[in-house]
C-alpha cells in the first residue's frame, strides 16, 4: 500500500510539475480537507476546526441542498462530521463552494483533466489534489514555495529587528551561523507550519486565491 502510494506522488507530482503547479502536504489526518482549504482561505491550516463547524452550520441550515447525498439520519451525519477524526467528501466541498464561493478544482489521476466542483458561477478556485485513499494536498503554482519563503523572511526580520529590538548585525550573523551548520535544514522552512503569524478569519475575510 504505501510503495503504490508512493508511486502514485510521484506521478502526480510529476505531472503537476508538467504544467506548472506544485503539491504541498497537509497531515494525514481527517481533517486534511478543512486544512487545505483553511489554508488557501486565510494563509494557515489552524482554522480548519472553525471551518469543520462552520461547514456542519451551513449544512444544517441549508439542509434541503444536501440531505439528498447522505444516506441515513442527516442529523446524525453531521453529528460525526462535528467529531474532528471523521474524514469529509464531496458532499462537504458542495458545501465549502457554496459557503466561501468556490470553484473547487481537484487533481485525482496523474495525466488527466482535474474535475472541478462549483455550486455556483464562482471565480476564484481553490486548487486540491485528492489520492485514491481519499487524502486532500493542496495545489499551488511552482513560484508557491520562493515566494512563501521570501516573505516568511520579510515577516521574521521584521518580528526580530522592529519588535523584539533585536540588532540587525546580530540577527544577520545568527543567520550565517544557521547557514553554515544547518544546511539540511535548509528545505524545511516552515511549509509545513499551521500558523505562519497571518490575521485571523475574524479579522478578515477569506483571502483571494487562484
Same mark, same amino acid.
Do not use: W
Given at each position: 500500500?504505501?510503495?503504490a502510494l508512493k508511486r502514485y506522488f510521484n506521478s502526480m507530482d510529476e505531472y503537476l510539475a508538467g504544467i506548472g503547479l506544485y503539491r504541498k502536504m497537509t497531515a494525514r489526518d481527517a481533517s486534511c480537507l478543512f486544512r487545505a482549504v483553511s489554508e488557501q482561505l486565510y494563509f494557515s491550516q489552524r482554522y480548519h476546526h472553525k471551518i469543520r463547524r462552520d461547514t456542519v452550520t451551513?449544512?444544517?441550515?441549508?439542509?434541503?441542498?444536501?440531505? +439528498?447525498?447522505?444516506?441515513?439520519?442527516?442529523?446524525?451525519?453531521?453529528?460525526?462530521?462535528?467529531? /474532528?477524526?471523521?474524514?469529509?467528501?464531496?458532499?462537504?466541498?458542495?458545501?465549502?463552494?457554496?459557503?466561501?464561493?468556490?470553484?473547487?478544482? =481537484?487533481?485525482?489521476? +496523474?495525466?488527466?483533466? /482535474?474535475?472541478?466542483?462549483?455550486?455556483?458561477?464562482?471565480?476564484?478556485? =481553490?486548487?486540491?489534489?485528492?489520492?485514491?485513499?481519499?487524502?486532500?494536498?493542496?495545489?499551488?503554482?511552482?513560484?508557491? /514555495?520562493?515566494?512563501?519563503?521570501?516573505?516568511?523572511?520579510?515577516?521574521?526580520?521584521?518580528?526580530?529587528?522592529?519588535?523584539?529590538?533585536?540588532?540587525?548585525?546580530?540577527?544577520?550573523?545568527?543567520?550565517?551561523?544557521?547557514?553554515?551548520?544547518?544546511?539540511?535544514?535548509?528545505?524545511?522552512?516552515?511549509?509545513?507550519?499551521?500558523?505562519?503569524?497571518?490575521?485571523? +478569519?475574524?479579522?478578515?475575510?477569506?483571502?483571494?486565491?487562484?
Open positions: 500500500m504505501q510503495k451551513f449544512m444544517r441550515a441549508n439542509r434541503c441542498n444536501f440531505e +439528498p447525498f447522505v444516506e441515513g439520519s442527516f442529523e446524525k451525519y453531521l453529528e460525526r462530521l462535528e467529531d /474532528p477524526t471523521e474524514t469529509a467528501g464531496q458532499v462537504e466541498i458542495k458545501a465549502l463552494s457554496l459557503l466561501y464561493r468556490r470553484t473547487f478544482v =481537484i487533481y485525482r489521476y +496523474p495525466g488527466k483533466q /482535474p474535475t472541478e466542483i462549483a455550486e455556483g458561477d464562482f471565480a476564484e478556485k =481553490i486548487l486540491l489534489c485528492c489520492s485514491n485513499n481519499g487524502h486532500y494536498d493542496i495545489v499551488y503554482p511552482r513560484s508557491f /514555495p520562493a515566494a512563501a519563503a521570501l516573505c516568511q523572511a520579510l515577516v521574521y526580520e521584521l518580528l526580530y529587528c522592529r519588535v523584539m529590538g533585536v540588532e540587525e548585525g546580530e540577527l544577520h550573523g545568527a543567520l550565517e551561523s544557521f547557514r553554515c551548520g544547518g544546511r539540511r535544514c535548509r528545505n524545511s522552512v516552515s511549509m509545513c507550519s499551521e500558523d505562519a503569524g497571518y490575521d485571523t +478569519p475574524d479579522d478578515r475575510s477569506p483571502r483571494s486565491v487562484g
